[in-house]
């Protein structure tokens, strides 16, 4: 069956997400425990900081979505397989013409360094991946995202799974039942990303 950007947003309002295998093959997940950024918990390392602090760099939305999620999807060093198929490329693209997923960009001399795109309904965002290819350039974007969905008053930020990259920021693992509960009344939350 193929994936349509309705089955996307769908899954997600009830907390599951797609994933392709390296066959293609689109798989949902719901996994417990559930990874979030709480939103006014985030950790900034010191060097990120410094960083941040120098600003040379500059941090666009939705400007380079279809290039943000290909590269995201690039395989290389580190990363030998991809569970962001042509199909999720696909849905996730007509999501963003619909404006439901969204990037955020990291930008250096005018060259797209870094970012990641994510899908928000209400106020739930959820993080779908992230790329870089300068030091930080994808930290600094996912530092972008949290002050912006502040700014709006979102109420999740779904990260979906721990990983070492994201465990420095304040990623916390919830049950699924307490996920859902967030998840519920963030999708109450009359907001938006852009």
Known sequence: MKLTPEMVLNGYCQGIFPMAEADGTIYWYDPD????????????????????????????????????????????PGREETWISDDIIESFSLLHESGFAHSVETWMAGELVGGLYGVSVGGFFAGESMFSRQTDASKIALVALVERLRRREFGVLDVQFTTQHLSRFGVREIPRKAYKSLLKKALEIETGFP
Do not use: M, Q, W
């Not at 900034?44 to 290039?67: C, M, Q, T, V, Y």
């Open 33 to 76: 425990p559930r990874a979030i950024l709480p939103l006014d918990a985030l950790h900034i390392p010191r060097s990120l900081g410094r960083r941040l602090r120098k600003k040379d760099f500059e941090i666009r939305f939705n400007s380079a979505f279809g290039r943000v999620i290909r590269k995201c999807a690039e395989l290389g």
